[in-house]
């Protein structure tokens, strides 16, 4: 726990005060601790007579000590701004959250490395939006992504549990305290992600219960966290279209798979396809836009080969070579050597390029 915390947590429990005002504030004063403490006087100035009386009443009768012992008893880890562990990326939204609550062990990520890829959709998906959902996740969760979602019914559910089903982890975004389960029917599927190595995590204070508004700040940070947001299923004035454009605004890519045009829960891909969506049909669509595809294939490939055909691949992974040049490097005989690449490339593992040198296939 940092030491502005009890400030930060006084800025997000007070619901008068989002991060835009939160942003002024921290301008003008410089630090959370000064903002927090600021005279009625100077508070007035830069929110109004109502909103300043209203903070400095809230201000005078919270007891963030007691809050925090409340965090720490409920398992949650408070992400401030301050934080090394703020996810970066949230930093480039032109509002990020004040504090995320979290559950689940965060230690584990890497906001730098890592993939985070959003599935969202309809709560009412087809059988074909099931399965494409299901598609989608699984197999990005497989290759290493992290799926990120919005815990909500239908297409934010299926796409959790593919991950978890995979033994992956995957993150969940509320739109609701983080201590609210909602809806109650994914109980399960809460502590199955925290159990599982992911992440539930929420920028509103532990107790709420979602009121208007606070989905589509939930949804912000499901694109603001992702580099990409795959779209499954979903009506043209959708929710999910709604973390789509919040994405595109972010500089995020948008990705939806072709669907069954007489299906209403086609409206929101196909519009999105029509402005310029990333048509996918599958993971490794997604995959490609990253560089990842071919380490993917790579590491699979070389999960089955022998001690001496890994060696070569590993060489050729990284740059073609000659059957001499291999010999070379990994000092054996050159007859050795081409009996192998003849085997790995009739296996369809290496091939010759035009310069007649070695190079991986996959």
């Not at 934080?83 to 609550?101: A, V």
């Not at 559910?157 to 991950?163: D, E, F, R, S, V």
Request: proline share 5%; net charge neutral; glycine share 8%.
């Amino acid at each position: 726990m940092d030491d502005n915390l009890q400030y930060y947590l006084g800025f997000s429990y007070f619901m008068g005060i989002g991060p835009i005002k939160f942003d002024l504030l921290m301008r003008v004063f410089g630090d959370a601790a000064s903002a927090y403490n600021a005279s009625p006087q100077d508070l007035t100035t830069y929110l109004g007579v109502s909103l300043a009386n209203k903070f400095v009443v809230f201000r005078n009768s919270f007891n963030p000590q007691k809050e925090i012992e409340s965090i720490i008893k409920s398992g949650i880890t408070v992400l401030t701004r301050e934080h090394p562990q703020y996810p970066p990326q949230l930093m480039n939204l032109y509002d990020p959250p004040i504090c995320l609550y979290v559950k689940g062990d965060i230690s584990s990520y890497n906001w730098e490395k890592d993939l985070l890829i959003a599935i969202v959709g309809t709560r009412k998906p087809s059988d074909y939006g099931r399965q494409i959902t299901t598609k989608f996740s699984r197999e990005l969760a497989q290759a290493g992504c992290v799926i990120v979602s919005g815990m909500a019914l239908g297409v934010d559910g299926i796409a959790h549990w593919a991950a978890l089903n995979e033994g992956k982890r995957t993150i969940a975004v509320l739109g609701s305290g983080i201590n609210y389960i909602s809806p109650p029917t994914h109980e399960e599927l809460y502590y199955k992600i925290i159990a599982s190595g992911g992440l539930v995590m929420s920028e509103f204070p532990s107790h709420m219960q979602t009121i208007k508004g606070m989905f589509v700040s939930r949804n912000r940070i499901v694109s603001g966290l992702s580099r990409g947001v795959i779209v499954t299923e979903g009506l043209k004035n959708s929710g999910s279209l709604i973390t789509a454009r919040l994405a595109l605004e972010q500089g995020k890519d948008v990705f939806a798979p072709p669907v069954p045009i007489t299906s209403s829960q086609s409206e929101a891909p196909t519009r999105l396809l029509k402005n310029g969506a990333k048509l996918i049909t599958s993971g490794a669509d997604v995959l490609e836009e990253y560089g990842m595809e071919n380490n993917q294939a790579v590491e699979r490939v070389m999960s089955q080969l022998g001690e001496k055909e890994r060696a070569l691949a590993e060489l050729l992974a990284k740059e073609a070579f000659t059957p001499d040049e291999l010999a070379r490097l990994v000092k054996a005989p050159i007859h050795q050597i081409l009996t192998l690449l003849s085997t790995m490339e009739l296996s369809g593992i290496v091939e010759k390029n035009n310069q007649g040198k070695y190079q991986i296939r996959v």
